[in-house]
């Protein structure tokens, strides 16, 4: 076994598990890129990757890696840097386990992220909440699953995974109605829950007779929604909403979409981007800010309380009798 083999499995087993208690989710991101990393350097040079040499992992080969991503894999920029960071995480482990291995450690510590260009933010207005939350077909199981979800997604903002992993443990239906789920970085949140989505989970809970640790929303035989199940069904509610609601038409809803939709509702309602941010389970008050620069009609009313120049301060005062009499109507 090489030097990589029982450094790569420390790194695992010791510092992300144990030490930093990452989550499932980093755990298996982070497995997924070494395993690719590992598949390409075995494509490259017919080595199996037991027998892959820490020294064989040099920057120009690293390099190599983040190119295949993006050109062969087809992989987004985001992507691609989350794959760096990942790969970049071991080596600066690795720099402490293997000092001798400094100067090629901090060459691959040295490859540098790629610039992410900001994509516009899509969301829904009042008209498309509306219609996506009457396309489902009510009278069925799974027409009430999906429009109980729906309605949670956009009432609370909660991401995709935070809506898979609800349990009813996490539901709270009485006083002071709300839903705990752990978000990013392990953090638990609390958001608060409207009468309307009380109403719907009570209703949910009443047919379903569930344990406190049976998913929220459910698949047919029980189990806990994948992300993509979520995904496909949102999809294909919003197919069947464009019927009444044209604007909806050809526009990609997804399960992100719909948490857009609730930060620009509160936005629109006058919310402090600060609460929003406690709100979404957002790191950061900043990371809010995106829908404010995403969101015209706010920059128009802004626009219409400015003064325009070359304008005396004060109230339009008619000269005219006439003119005065009309104003004072």
């Known amino acids: ?72 894999r087809g992989n987004s920029t985001r992507t691609r840097n989350a794959r760096l960071a990942a790969v970049r995480s071991f080596f600066a482990y690795a720099a402490y386990q293997h000092p001798e291995h400094a100067e090629l450690i901090a060459r691959v510590l040295a490859i540098p992220q790629k610039r992410v260009d900001r994509s516009d933010i899509d969301w829904l207005t009042e008209d498309q909440i509306k219609a ?32 898979t992993g609800l349990t009813w443990e996490h539901i709270h239906l009485g006083p002071g109605a709300h839903v705990i789920c752990q978000g990013k970085g392990r953090k638990n949140r609390a958001t608060p829950l409207s009468p309307e989505n009380v109403k719907t989970l009570t209703t949910l809970r009443l047919e379903q007779r569930p344990s406190e640790h049976d998913p929220v929303f459910p698949t047919r035989t029980g189990a806990r929604m994948s992300t993509d199940a979520v995904a496909q069904r949102v ?56 829908y404010v620069h995403a969101d015209l009609a706010l920059k128009e009313k ?27 109507l």
């Open 235 to 290: 999809s294909l509610h919003a197919v069947t909403a464009a019927n009444t609601e044209p604007s909806l038409s050809g526009k990609n809803i997804t399960p992100h979409v719909l948490r857009h939709s609730t930060a620009m509702r509160m936005l629109h309602a006058g919310i402090e981007t600060s609460v929003i941010a406690l709100w979404l389970g957002h790191e950061s008050a900043e990371t809010t800010q995106i």
């Open 302 to 328: 802004a626009l219409e309380r400015i003064r325009p120049t070359n304008t005396p301060p004060g109230r339009y005062a008619p000269g005219d009798k006439l003119l005065a009499f009309l104003e004072a």
């Open 132 to 163: 996506l939350l009457a396309a489902p077909d009510r009278a069925t199981r799974t027409g009430r699953r999906d429009h109980a979800l729906i309605l949670t997604a956009i009432t609370t903002g909660l991401r995709v995974t935070e809506l």
């Open 1 to 72: 076994m090489t030097l990589l083999a029982p450094t790569l499995e420390k790194y695992f087993a010791e510092h992300l598990m144990r030490a930093l208690g990452a989550s499932t989710h980093t755990i298996a991101a982070y497995r997924d890129t070494w395993r690719l990393l590992l598949a390409h350097v075995h494509e490259s040079t017919a080595i199996s990757p037991d027998k892959i040499e820490l020294t064989m992992l040099h920057s120009a080969r690293i390099t190599s890696f983040i190119k295949h991503l993006e050109h062969e």
